[in-house]
């Protein structure tokens, strides 16, 4: 028993919902539904091309460009010299360039693979594994607005065996939708003042205005964050580190105080230069840990020592597990950052 | 059309609101979900072929208004002390006890965790979304995801600890006074 297991069991035992409830529900939403009138427009949006020569070559490359290093250290390591060079080396880079301009949407095109199981049956029973191909296109502005363009690709099996369990079950849904195409926002393109707010929240922005730049203070905030509300260690500092540099594009500041946080951590470890997905040259930093139910892993990002850019980002699998019918060490994930701009509008 | 939505997911998305916050509030954040839901309909295509990361990003959006309910819950189950439930065979029985054992220090636990911790963990263990359904639900990218849970599950494990009480220098009442 793990820790979801327990967490399952908890109000497991939840009433249905009474059927006076579900009917006073439904009669609220016809409400609803007749005082309405069709204020919002929707407005048919061009469906981008769906690339799949990109993703096919992409995943072809899953095996070839893994970037698997030498050993797996031991956590609570010292922070490793040559690691700390690049991503000081980095954090110069950064730190030299000019302030961006923060106005506008913050924009990132991405491709990449992500680990999507389904419930396994008693042959199966820790389920049924691959890795699902994304593109992804965001435009995210600081009010929540923006747009969220997905394709994903059929799923790319660890081994047979999983293929032909997943047949078995009736092939059930592993990647969700092929494509699709939102919008967000406050203020909906075409909407009549006082129409209904889209989807409440819309997309999440990350507030990188709010951060501090100066890097003990950063540093502070990323302790905090690691810690969820506890005691955090240098690879749960490093996974923030990566969240902060991920779809966010952040001042050059900022950038270069995050890279410095990095530099900081005990276990990271320089890969040195590679070449990404996309066929760009970067410098690659690793840090290996065990996320809970997971098993241990090497997180590694690269980013290009000319810019300071996040070019791309992996996760490795290095050991046997019990949930997944593969040998390590093995891509569970990985996302290469092919644009990251501020873009004024929307297409 | 939106009726057939409705048909297919009030259900789930009640029993996950009842499971965070009670079944009386529950009843009308599921009202609500459905309602804001229909109102931007016409950004979500209906008959795509699942709606509950939708639908269950709605109502955690409307949850985080309610996370002093939320506390009051955890506390409850933080207080629990239910018998063993009986199963069908001796190992489920087992594995039932050792979870529902647990279940308490669980709650103090997940009391601890932030707002986005939280709601990706529970999104994953009752509303059984998978990671890359939690992105579309929480508009974040699917490597968010998998960090925030791996934080949240590290934190549980911490607070928890081998002997399956919890371990926090709160105690649970404390630790589930929070507002997230």
Request: glycine share 8%; hydrophobic share 45%; charged share 25%.
């Amino acid at each position: 028993m793990d820790e979801i297991d327990a967490l399952r069991t908890l109000g497991s035992d939840v009433p249905a919902p009474e059927p006076r409830a579900k009917r006073a529900a439904r009669a609220t939403l016809l409400v609803h539904a007749q005082a309405a009138t069709p204020r919002l427009r929707w407005v048919a949006l061009p469906r981008l091309s769906l690339r799949r020569s990109r993703v096919a070559a992409a995943v072809a490359a899953v095996a070839l460009v893994a970037v698997v290093g030498s050993g797996v250290l031991p956590l609570g390591a010292q922070p490793d010299p040559a690691a700390a060079a690049a991503l000081d080396r980095a954090a110069d880079v950064a730190a030299a360039q000019p302030a961006s301009s923060g106005v506008g949407y913050r924009h990132t095109t991405s491709e990449g693979a992500h680990l999507s199981g389904v419930g396994g049956d008693a042959d199966h029973p820790a389920g049924i594994w691959a890795l699902v191909p994304v593109e992804r296109e965001v435009w995210i502005a600081a009010d929540g607005s923006g747009r969220l363009v997905e394709t994903r690709g059929e799923p790319i099996w660890f081994g047979p065996a999983d293929e032909a369990a997943w047949m078995a079950a009736g092939s059930p849904d592993l990647r969700g939708e092929a494509f699709s195409d939102t919008r967000f926002g406050p203020t909906p393109p075409g909407a009549e003042p006082g129409a209904p707010q889209p989807w409440p929240g819309s997309l999440h922005y990350e507030d990188l205005d709010a951060l501090p730049t100066d890097v003990d203070s950063l540093r502070v905030v990323i302790d905090a964050r690691a810690a969820a509300g506890g005691g955090a260690n240098d690879y749960q500092r490093f996974t923030v580190v990566a969240d902060l540099l991920r779809e966010t594009v952040g001042t050059p500041d900022l950038r270069a105080s995050l890279y410095r946080v990095a530099a900081g951590l005990g276990g990271v470890e320089l890969i040195g230069s590679v070449t990404d997905r996309a066929g760009r040259t970067g410098t690659a930093v690793a840090m290996t840990g065990i996320p809970s139910g997971v098993g241990l892993e090497r997180h590694t990002l690269i980013f290009d020592p000319d810019t300071s850019m996040l070019l791309a980002e992996e996760t490795v699998l290095l050991e046997t597990v019990d949930w997944l019918d593969a040998d390590p060490p093995i891509v569970i994930g990985y996302s290469t950052y092919l644009v990251s701009d501020i873009t004024v509008t929307i297409p | 059309m939106f009726a057939t939505v409705f048909d297919r997911h009030y259900d789930a998305v009640h029993r996950y609101l009842a499971r965070r916050v009670g079944p009386d509030l529950a009843d009308d954040l599921a009202a609500e979900t459905f309602t804001e839901a229909f109102d931007v309909r016409l950004r979500f295509d209906t008959e795509r072929p699942d709606a509950r990361p939708w639908l269950f990003g709605i109502a955690t959006n409307l949850l985080r208004h309610h996370y002093r309910n939320e506390a009051r819950r955890l506390r409850a189950y933080a207080r629990l002390d239910r018998p063993a439930a009986i199963a069908d065979d001796f190992g489920r029985i087992e594995a039932r006890v050792d979870a529902e054992r647990a279940g308490p220090a669980i709650a103090a636990a997940v009391a601890r965790l932030s707002a986005d911790e939280r709601d990706v963990l529970l999104l994953l263990a009752w509303a059984d979304l998978r990671y890359e359904q939690i992105a579309v639900a929480l508009r974040i990218p699917i490597g968010t995801v998998r960090s925030r849970l791996n934080r949240a599950r590290s934190r549980l494990r911490e607070l928890i600890g081998p002997s399956g009480q919890y371990t926090g220098v709160d105690t649970l009442t404390e630790a589930c006074d929070t507002d997230g």
